[in-house]
C-alpha cells in the first residue's frame, strides 16, 4: 500500500511539474541581455514616437528609389483617362510573363481565378460574388494598372503588396490571360 | 448459486450499458441526415420562375454591388420585385442614370439616398434574364434562414450527445469497477465457506530492512537516481529559451486554417514582404479589408471543422476587425476612428542571430511550411520549429542549393561543386554554416 501511495505522489509532482508550461506563454531565458534588441525591432512599440509604434509612415512627400510618380486621379474621371491615355513603361524585354504569371497566382487568382476568367477559389465558394471574367469588361492595360493601383469598387488596392514595376508585369499578363479567353 | 445469479446481473447491465451508449451515438446521427435532408428540401423549393439562371446571373452582375440581405454599395436586393413594378425595374436595370435624368420620382429619390453613386448600366440584360435575377431575389429568404437554425440546432445536438456518451462510458467505467470489488468479495466469501485459506501477505518491513543493510544495492540506486535526475534536469535546462509550441492568444481570432487552408489564399497574398525582404511581416489591416470589405459574414459550412466556434463567434471575431480599421457595415464607410491591433509576436530568433526571408523563401526555394509547419491547418499559430541553432544547421547541411534558374551564380556553383567534388551543392558548401553569416 505504502508503495502505491508513493507512485501516486510521484505522478501528482510531476503533472503539477509539467503542466507549469503555459503554451500561451514564452518559456524562460537564460539571461536575455542579448536575446533583446536594444534597436528598435519590426513592428514593435516604442516611445521614441507619439502613436507609441515603432512603424511610421514615411514623411510626406517622401518616394521610394525607382518610383515615378502616378499622375492619374482615384475616381472616374481618372480611370477612364488611364485607360486611354496610360501605357507600359516596360519595353519587351523587361516584360517578364514567367514573373507576371507568379505574382498573378498569389495576388489575384484567389479571386479572379488562374484563368481569368472571374472563378477563383473564393468565387466557386461563394465566400466573394460579382468578379468579372477579364472578358466581359473593355480593360487596357494602363486601366488595370489603374485598378490594381486605386481599387475599383469591391476590388481593393494591391499597392502596397506589389511595386509599381511588378504591377506593370502583372498587368501584361492579365491582358495576356484575357486574349486566351 | 448466489455466484451465478450475480455475474448474470453484471453482465446484463454492462449490455444494457453498451446498448445505451450506442443508442445515444445513433441517435445523433439520425438528427445529422435529417437536418440535411430538410436542407435538400428547401433548396428544392426556392420558389417558380427560374431562380437558378437568375443565382447564376446575379452572382457575376450584380453581387459585386448588391447582396440579397444587407446593405453592400446598392441597397439590399431581397424582395425588391414586390417594392416597384415590372415596368420600372426593367428601364432601371437596362438604364437607372437615364430614368434618373427623366425625372422619375421613385428614381430620383433612391439615388439621393444611395449617396449618388451610379448604378451600371445593364443594355445587355433581356426582360427574360431580369425576371430570372428577380425570381432569385424573391426567393423567401429560404436558404440562410432555415439553414442556420438547423445547422445550429445540429452542433448543439450532437455536442450533448458526445457528452451522453461519455456519461454513458463514465458508468460502465464505474460499474465495471463495483462489479470488480463485489466480484472480489463473493470470491472471498466463497473461499471462505469452502474453507480455502486466503494467504495473507507478509509484512514488507524486513524487506525494506534488508535493502536498507545492503551498501551496494544503495550504492547502486544513489547513482541511477543520480543519472536519471542528471538526465531529466539536462533535458529541461536545454529547453529553456526555446518555444517550440508556443500558441499566445491574439487580439483577433484570426483562423490561417480558414483562410490558407479552406479558402486557399497564398501565404505570400498576407505575408508579402517574405518575397523581398528580411521580415515575412504581419498584414497592414488594409490587406484584410480587399477582402472583408465584402465578407462581412462567416458562412462556413458546419462540417467538423468549425465545431469548436460558433458562427456567432467569428462573426464577432470579423467585427473586432471592423472596429479596428473603422469601417461601418452597415453605411459601408470608414469612419476614420482607427485602433491599431496589438498582435502578439510569436518566432523571434534572438538579436544576435540574422535570418532573412527572402534568402530562403525567394533565392533557395524553401517553402514556408518547411519551417512553420503545416500552417493551413492551424485554427490557432504557433511555433512549430524550435529555432534553435541546431535547428538552422541541420537544415543547412542537408538542404540543397537551388541551382536552376539561377545564372547569376552559376559560375561560383560549379566551382564549389568542383572544390568538394558533389553533384548537389548544399547550404552548407555555399558557407552556411560560417558563424559570421548569422551572427553579427
Avoid at chain 1, 3 to 25: N, P, Q
Avoid at chain 1, 114 to 127: I, P, S, T, V
Avoid at chain 2, 156 to 173: K, T
Avoid at chain 2, 213 to 232: A, E, H, K, P, S
Amino acid at each position: 500500500m505504502k508503495a502505491i501511495y508513493k507512485i501516486a505522489f510521484l505522478v501528482c509532482v510531476s503533472a503539477v511539474a509539467t503542466s507549469c508550461f503555459d503554451k500561451s506563454r514564452p518559456n524562460y531565458q537564460y539571461f536575455p541581455n542579448m536575446y533583446e534588441a536594444v534597436p528598435y525591432e519590426t513592428y514593435s512599440e516604442s516611445s521614441a514616437f507619439r502613436n507609441g509604434k515603432e512603424g511610421q509612415l514615411p514623411a510626406e512627400g517622401s518616394i521610394p528609389r525607382g518610383f515615378s510618380p502616378y499622375e492619374y486621379e482615384n475616381t472616374e474621371e481618372g480611370y477612364e483617362l488611364a485607360k486611354a491615355n496610360l501605357k507600359s513603361p516596360l519595353d519587351s524585354t523587361e516584360v517578364d510573363m514567367g514573373k507576371g504569371a507568379e505574382l498573378y497566382t498569389i495576388y489575384c487568382a484567389i479571386c479572379h481565378g488562374d484563368k481569368g476568367d472571374g472563378k477563383g477559389n473564393l468565387a466557386k465558394r461563394e465566400k466573394f460574388l460579382g468578379i468579372p471574367n477579364y472578358k466581359e469588361r473593355d480593360i487596357t492595360e494602363g486601366s488595370v494598372f489603374h485598378v490594381e493601383t486605386y481599387g475599383k469598387n469591391n476590388m481593393g488596392s494591391h499597392a502596397n503588396q506589389l511595386t509599381q514595376k511588378e504591377r506593370w508585369q502583372v498587368a501584361h499578363y492579365v491582358m495576356k490571360l484575357r486574349s486566351e479567353l | 448459486m448466489k455466484k451465478v445469479g450475480n455475474h448474470t446481473s453484471f453482465s446484463r447491465i454492462l449490455i444494457f450499458c453498451l446498448a445505451l451508449s450506442l443508442s445515444f451515438s445513433l441517435a445523433s446521427y439520425a438528427q445529422d441526415t435529417a437536418a440535411a435532408g430538410t436542407e435538400a428540401e428547401t433548396a428544392a423549393s426556392a420558389g417558380a420562375g427560374d431562380p437558378v439562371k437568375g443565382k447564376e446571373l446575379f452572382n457575376s452582375l450584380c453581387a459585386s454591388c448588391h447582396k440579397l440581405d444587407g446593405k453592400s454599395t446598392g441597397p439590399a436586393l431581397r424582395g425588391v420585385a414586390d417594392k416597384h413594378d415590372r415596368e420600372w425595374l426593367y428601364k432601371w436595370v437596362h438604364n437607372s442614370s437615364e430614368l434618373i435624368k427623366s425625372g422619375d420620382p421613385v428614381a430620383v429619390k433612391l439615388f439621393a439616398d444611395n449617396n449618388n453613386v451610379t448604378m451600371t448600366a445593364f443594355p445587355q440584360l433581356s426582360n427574360q434574364d431580369i425576371d430570372n435575377i428577380m425570381a432569385y431575389t424573391s426567393a423567401p429568404a429560404p436558404a440562410p434562414d432555415v439553414n442556420t437554425p438547423g445547422g445550429k440546432v445540429v452542433v448543439q445536438e450532437s455536442g450533448a450527445s458526445n457528452n451522453l456518451i461519455l456519461g454513458a462510458l463514465v458508468l460502465v467505467l464505474i460499474v465495471l469497477v463495483v462489479m470488480l470489488v463485489l466480484v472480489n468479495r463473493t470470491l472471498r466469501r466463497v473461499a471462505a465457506a469452502n474453507g480455502v485459506e486466503v494467504a495473507k501477505q507478509d509484512s514488507t518491513i524486513s524487506l525494506w530492512q534488508a535493502y536498507a543493510r545492503n551498501q551496494f544495492l544503495v550504492l547502486v540506486t544513489t547513482i541511477l537516481l543520480i543519472l536519471t535526475g542528471g538526465y531529466f534536469l539536462y533535458g529541461y535546462l536545454m529547453q529553456v529559451g526555446v518555444d517550440q509550441g508556443y500558441e499566445p492568444i491574439q487580439p483577433i481570432h484570426f483562423s490561417h486554417k480558414i483562410h490558407a487552408g479552406e479558402n486557399g489564399i497564398d501565404c505570400k497574398y498576407c505575408h508579402s514582404s517574405a518575397r523581398v525582404s528580411k521580415t515575412s511581416g504581419i498584414p497592414s489591416l488594409n490587406v484584410c479589408m480587399n477582402c472583408h470589405k465584402n465578407i462581412s459574414e462567416f458562412t462556413g459550412s458546419k462540417d467538423s471543422t468549425y465545431v469548436e466556434y460558433s458562427k456567432e463567434f467569428y462573426n464577432g471575431e470579423i467585427q473586432k476587425l471592423y472596429d479596428a480599421v473603422g469601417w461601418d457595415k452597415s453605411t459601408q464607410q470608414y469612419t476614420g476612428k482607427t485602433k491599431p491591433v496589438k498582435w502578439v509576436r510569436i518566432h523571434n530568433l534572438p538579436d544576435f542571430v540574422y535570418f532573412n526571408h527572402s534568402q530562403h523563401v525567394s533565392v533557395a526555394g524553401v517553402e514556408c511550411q518547411k519551417c512553420h509547419g503545416p500552417v493551413e491547418t492551424f485554427e490557432v499559430m504557433k511555433q512549430h520549429a524550435p529555432l534553435t541553432m541546431g535547428w538552422c544547421i541541420n537544415c543547412h547541411r542537408e538542404t540543397n542549393v537551388k541551382v536552376e534558374g539561377n545564372d547569376y551564380y552559376k559560375k561560383i556553383h560549379d566551382e564549389l561543386a568542383k572544390k568538394y567534388g558533389v553533384q548537389k551543392l548544399t547550404a552548407a558548401n555555399m558557407g552556411g554554416t560560417e558563424c559570421g553569416k548569422c551572427h553579427y
